[in-house]
Structure formats: C-alpha cells, structure tokens
C-alpha cells in the first residue's frame, strides 16, 4: 500500500484513532493527556505529510513538523506518542486496510 493511501486512511478515522488514543491513555496511564490538545493536529499532519507525491527532493522523504509543547514529565509525552502509533495501526487494521 502506498504512503499515500495510508494518509487518506489516517484522514478519514483521525477521530476513531483519537479516540481509540484517549482511551488507550486512560487505560495505561492514567491522568490528564499531555497531548490532548495536539493529537487532531498531529493525526492530520500525519495524513497530509504521507498523502504528499512531491518531495522537494529526489530522494527526499515527506516530514512534517508539529511542536508540542508539554509541561508532562519527557517520559509520559513518549509513551503517549507511542500509544498515539499503536492506535494509529490498531485503528487501520480494525478496518482491514493493514
């Protein structure tokens, strides 16, 4: 499957895939998300960087860049990004597209 068709997908359940992040937060960790005000903006730029064609170089990857400033312990943001990866892939093979 093409970067780009994984990007439309993430488009189209970015809010089953937040939710499915919140709730994977609740369940392991507990507390107020430190990332619950930038997961919709992660997700889309997420879809927006796989969904592009045209790299600015040859052999250039597409990157995108979200700053999200936290004031959560370093330890907790990564393990709320990688619970944010998990539901991301949970969420495209529930819907039998991984």
């Known amino acids: 499957m093409r970067a780009a068709a994984v990007g439309l997908l993430i488009e189209e359940q970015r809010g ?14 507990g507390g ?16 927006l960087a796989l969904r592009s ?7 250039a990857a597409p990157r ?9 312990a370093p330890a ?6 990688k619970l944010l990866h998990r539901a991301v892939w949970e969420s495209l093979r529930a819907a039998g597209h991984v």
């Open 32 to 47: 107020e998300p430190a990332l619950g005000f930038a997961v919709g903006s992660l997700l889309r730029e997420m879809s």
């Open 53 to 59: 064609d045209t790299p600015s170089a040859p052999d």
């Open 64 to 72: 995108s860049i979200v700053l999200v400033r936290s004031a959560a």
């Open 76 to 81: 907790r943001v990564a393990r709320e990004f």
């Open 16 to 29: 089953e895939v937040a939710e499915a992040w919140k709730r994977a937060v609740e369940r392991e960790l």
